[in-house]
């Protein structure tokens, strides 16, 4: 298993309106094309303002494949196109993570 791991970090103030648009637009698409989901969190504590997604992939060839799917998707090229032009993210930052054997995820 991988790991996608991402981070966005949005202009003070618009974190609860880009989260309701993603809980009833963006996540019921990625779920259809996307890997297993492993959380959506926010932080609370530090740096403020940001969201955290895990997903995980059975490989790095899973994720591109399925993520390719889901870009031909016209619901979701609309939902990102809408999400860009509301100029709220300030930054994205993408690692991609790999369990430890002993690791309850893998």
Do not use: C
């Not at 970090?9 to 890997?35: N, V």
């Amino acid at each position: 298993m991988i790991i996608d791991h991402r981070t966005y970090t949005f202009l003070p103030g618009t974190l609860k309106r880009w989260l309701a648009k993603y809980e009833t637009e963006g996540l019921p698409i990625q779920k259809k094309y996307l890997g297993e989901f492993l959380g959506l969190f926010t932080t609370e504590v530090g740096n403020l303002h940001q969201v955290v997604f895990m997903w995980g992939y059975e490989s790095m060839g899973d994720r591109e494949q399925r993520r390719a799917k889901m870009e031909t998707d016209p619901e979701w090229q609309k939902f990102i196109e809408e999400i860009w032009s509301m100029g709220i993210i300030q930054a994205q930052e993408i690692k991609f993570l790999r369990p430890a054997s002993f690791s309850p995820l893998k």
